[in-house]
């Protein structure tokens, strides 16, 4: 069952996430915990002219999680 989970894609999926970290001018912020697994996620973003122009998320989570 576990192998089935954790295959080569999500492996991939979690080990190449993108804009990792936290914008320290951020205009906006969330976080958010699972309550099934614990995994916390929280995403920042800068917003210009009424649109997103800036996003930076902080994950701690499994590799099914970050992926």
């Known amino acids: 069952m576990i192998d089935g989970i954790y295959n080569r894609g999500v492996l991939d999926l979690a080990g190449n996430v993108g804009r990792l970290g936290r914008l320290a001018d951020a205009d906006a912020s969330a976080t958010a915990q699972s309550k099934l697994c614990g995994s916390i996620i929280t995403v920042d973003l800068k917003v210009t002219d009424g ?17």
């Open 51 to 67: 649109r997103v122009s800036d996003y930076a998320q902080d994950v701690h989570a499994c590799a099914l999680g970050t992926a």
